[in-house]
């Protein structure tokens, strides 16, 4: 039971009954009888809403990404034959914040009624949703009824998937001239399925489908083509170092966001795609994808991997994502470079899969280091901090230039730059057909 504010105001209104005890004897009586006369209202106004039964709740959830503002839908109906007057709280998980709140209505007799409100996803994962609290009265009630009604439902923030400016790109990519569309020529013999064709006597024995053979009881050869487009493998490094915090998101976060937008052009070019993320271990591995498929896929695959707090280990991980790739692939690495004596790993074992594939690593700046670098320091302190910003700075150049010389291709950018220019650069690979 829920006092509403009519019951205190009711209250105070026959409080100076109780003045009536100082005069007479019996003035008790008057006010003692006013208060039943409250209480008995109270009973019949909470008696007068139904239980949990007396109700039937929908919650409807839209796709839910990062960072953005989503909608949630509740439908309550109402099964008893009274007019009530309900308000709503759902209890949502900290993952979600409401950000518009959820107005009271007026719920009619056999009636029913929608809720709109909107919550910004604050972490990815997948979650819970359990139950609804409905605080449903008559009308002018002077006590309501608190319900907590259960509407399980499970869902999934999943990675941020474009802003403003990332769309404006994929408009300008749309529009781009048909020769990047084109298939790139494959020499030697195919490997992707065409169909079925009779075998013919001479024919390679390896062509032959036996269980269609069986099926048919006749011997069925299966035609192939040339592959459609190139390979790509994006590998996210999930290691304690993606962990850092750039703005608003850390590494990680920027960097499953890019790996979401690439794999959406990919598939727009008919691309193959395979995606990972490791840190001294493989977390996670979607299999090479193409077509429709590729988009829900690699969503369903990052929506909930997190960063570890371990060292990465990329001796492991990166010979066990290459024993996974049978063709030769566009890899692209996200990860973050230090160094050179602390990403020896990174850069030997780079340099191992670039004799089979062609390797982008892809590591995001911190701008504030770039700016304390380019400072003018006024005190002995930012002086110091002047030329470890510098120092840290021109080390990640060597390494990264390093890397360069080794026959990696390195991609440097700001957060904010990142998805745009990461797939500037698998545009220009594709053009000049490097894979």
Same mark, same amino acid.
């Given at each position: 039971?829920?006092?509403?504010?009519?019951?205190?105001?009711?209250?105070?209104?026959?409080?100076?009954?109780?003045?009536?005890?100082?005069?007479?004897?019996?003035?008790?009586?008057?006010?003692?009888?006013?208060?039943?006369?409250?209480?008995?209202?109270?009973?019949?106004?909470?008696?007068?809403?139904?239980?949990?039964?007396?109700?039937?709740? =929908?919650?409807?959830?839209?796709?839910?990404?990062?960072?953005?503002?989503?909608?949630?839908?509740?439908?309550?109906?109402?099964?008893?034959?009274?007019?009530?007057?309900?308000?709503?709280?759902?209890?949502?998980?900290?993952?979600?914040?409401?950000?518009?709140?959820?107005?009271?209505?007026?719920?009619?007799?056999?009636?029913?009624?929608?809720?709109?409100?909107?919550?910004?996803?604050?972490?990815?994962?997948?979650?819970?949703?359990?139950?609804?609290?409905?605080? +449903?009265?008559?009308?002018?009630?002077?006590?309501?009824?608190?319900?907590?009604?259960?509407?399980?439902?499970?869902?999934?923030?999943?990675?941020?998937? +474009?802003?403003?400016?990332?769309?404006?790109?994929?408009?300008?990519?749309?529009? =781009?001239?048909?020769?990047?569309?084109?298939?790139?020529?494959?020499?030697?013999?195919?490997?992707?399925?065409?169909? !079925?064709?009779?075998?013919?006597?001479?024919?390679?024995?390896?062509?032959?489908?036996?269980?269609?053979?069986?099926?048919?009881?006749?011997?069925?050869?299966?035609?192939?083509?040339?592959?459609?487009?190139?390979?790509?493998?994006?590998?996210?490094?999930?290691?304690?170092?993606?962990?850092?915090?750039?703005?608003?998101?850390?590494?990680?976060?920027? +960097?499953?966001?890019?790996?979401?937008?690439?794999?959406?052009?990919?598939?727009?070019?008919?691309?193959?795609?395979?995606?990972?993320?490791?840190?001294?271990?493989?977390?996670?591995?979607?299999?090479?994808?193409?077509?429709?498929?590729?988009?829900?896929?690699?969503?369903?695959?990052?929506?909930?991997?997190?960063?570890?707090?371990?060292?990465?280990?990329?001796?492991?991980?990166?010979?066990?994502?290459?024993?996974?790739?049978?063709?030769?692939?566009?890899?692209?690495?996200?990860?973050?470079?230090?160094?050179?004596?602390?990403?020896?790993?990174?850069?030997?074992?780079?340099?191992?899969?670039?004799?089979?594939?062609?390797?982008?690593?892809?590591? !995001?700046?911190?701008?504030?280091?770039?700016?304390?670098?380019?400072?003018?320091?006024?005190?002995?302190?930012?002086?110091?901090?002047?030329?470890?910003?510098?120092?840290?700075?021109? =080390?990640?150049?060597?390494?990264?230039?390093?890397?360069?010389?080794?026959?990696?291709?390195?991609?440097?950018?700001?957060?904010?730059?990142?998805?745009?220019?990461?797939?500037?650069?698998?545009?220009?690979?594709?053009?000049?057909?490097?894979?």
């Amino acid at each position: 039971m829920v006092p509403t504010v009519r019951l205190v105001r009711w209250i105070a209104l026959g409080s100076p009954l109780w003045l009536l005890a100082l005069a007479t004897p019996a003035g008790w009586i008057a006010g003692t009888a006013y208060m039943l006369v409250l209480a008995s209202i109270c009973v019949m106004d909470y008696l007068a809403v139904p239980g949990p039964e007396g109700f039937q709740i =929908q919650r409807v959830l839209g796709r839910l990404s990062l960072g953005a503002v989503s909608d949630i839908h509740i439908q309550v109906i109402n099964q008893s034959g009274r007019d009530l007057r309900v308000s709503m709280r759902d209890e949502l998980p900290p993952a979600l914040r409401q950000i518009t709140p959820i107005e009271a209505v007026r719920l009619p007799e056999r009636g029913e009624c929608d809720w709109k409100y909107e919550v910004r996803s604050e972490r990815r994962g997948k979650y819970h949703l359990d139950s609804l609290v409905l605080r +449903a009265g008559r009308n002018g009630a002077l006590m309501e009824r608190q319900l907590r009604l259960r509407a399980p439902a499970d869902l999934r923030v999943y990675p941020r998937f +474009a802003t403003a400016d990332e769309y404006r790109l994929l408009a300008r990519i749309h529009h =781009q001239d048909e020769a990047m569309r084109r298939p790139r020529r494959v020499h030697g013999n195919g490997t992707d399925f065409e169909s !079925l064709l009779t075998y013919l006597p001479g024919e390679d024995l390896r062509t032959v489908d036996w269980k269609a053979s069986a099926k048919r009881g006749f011997l069925v050869s299966r035609n192939l083509q040339t592959e459609r487009g190139q390979q790509i493998s994006v590998m996210i490094d999930g290691g304690r170092r993606m962990a850092e915090q750039i703005g608003d998101y850390s590494r990680f976060e920027y +960097a499953l966001n890019a790996a979401v937008m690439l794999s959406h052009v990919a598939q727009r070019r008919g691309d193959t795609v395979a995606v990972s993320t490791f840190s001294d271990r493989v977390e996670s591995f979607m299999p090479p994808t193409r077509g429709t498929a590729v988009m829900r896929t690699v969503l369903e695959s990052l929506s909930t991997v997190e960063v570890r707090q371990v060292e990465t280990d990329y001796w492991q991980v990166v010979g066990q994502v290459m024993d996974r790739l049978k063709r030769r692939s566009l890899l692209v690495m996200m990860t973050d470079v230090l160094d050179t004596a602390s990403s020896s790993g990174l850069m030997i074992n780079l340099a191992r899969a670039a004799s089979r594939h062609l390797v982008l690593c892809v590591v !995001l700046t911190e701008p504030r280091i770039a700016t304390i670098a380019e400072s003018q320091p006024e005190t002995l302190r930012d002086a110091y901090v002047k030329a470890a910003a510098s120092h840290t700075k021109l =080390q990640r150049h060597l390494a990264l230039e390093t890397m360069r010389a080794r026959g990696i291709m390195v991609l440097e950018t700001s957060p904010e730059q990142l998805t745009i220019q990461l797939i500037r650069r698998y545009l220009e690979v594709r053009r000049a057909n490097l894979q």
